[in-house]
C-alpha cells in the first residue's frame, strides 16, 4: 500500500495534526516523524541523525504491505529546535528531547516511540510498526 505523507511545520501543525487524528481510523498505523528542517543552501537537513534515519524508516514504512500514514513535522533550523521551549519540548504528548523521533499514533495517543539513536535501526522499526 502506498505511504500516505503530510508535512506540517510549528506554525501549520494544529491544523495538519487534527486532520491526521481525523484520519487515524482509516489507516492499519499511524506515524508522526518530527524530524530537523532542511538547511536550503545544502538541500539537507542540519541534523546528521535525521540524514541517518530518514532513508531507513521511509524504506521500511514503504515496503509495508499495510495502510500507513506518516506525518511529517519539521522542528525548524537548529536555532528554533534548541530552545528549551520549543512547543514540542514541552507538549504534554510528546515531550520530545531529539530529532528524528518516529512515534505510534493510536487512539489519540502515543502508541510507542523510537528516539533519536535508535530511529535508524530497521528492526527497532519494524518493531515499532508491528506493536499491537
Not at 30 to 50: E, H
Not at 62 to 69: C, G
Not at 109 to 127: F, M, P, Q, Y
Amino acid at each position: 500500500m502506498p505511504l500516505k505523507l503530510s508535512d506540517a511545520t510549528t506554525t501549520t501543525f494544529n491544523s495538519v495534526f487534527d486532520k491526521f487524528r481525523s484520519e487515524a481510523p482509516n489507516h492499519k498505523a499511524n506515524f508522526i516523524l518530527f524530524l530537523a528542517d532542511k538547511d536550503p543552501s545544502t538541500s539537507l537537513s542540519w541534523c546528521p541523525d535525521c540524514v541517518r534515519a530518514e532513508p531507513v524508516i521511509y524504506k521500511t514504512l514503504e515496503a509495508s504491505a499495510d495502510d500507513i500514514a506518516l506525518l511529517q513535522a519539521y522542528v525548524g533550523d537548529r536555532a528554533t529546535w534548541r530552545n528549551p521551549h520549543h512547543p514540542w519540548r514541552v507538549d504534554s504528548k510528546f515531550k520530545l528531547t531529539g530529532v528524528p523521533t518516529l512515534i505510534r499514533w493510536e487512539n489519540d495517543t502515543v502508541k510507542g516511540r523510537l528516539e533519536d539513536h535508535e530511529a535508524h535501526h530497521e528492526h527497532k522499526i519494524n518493531g515499532l510498526l508491528s506493536t499491537d
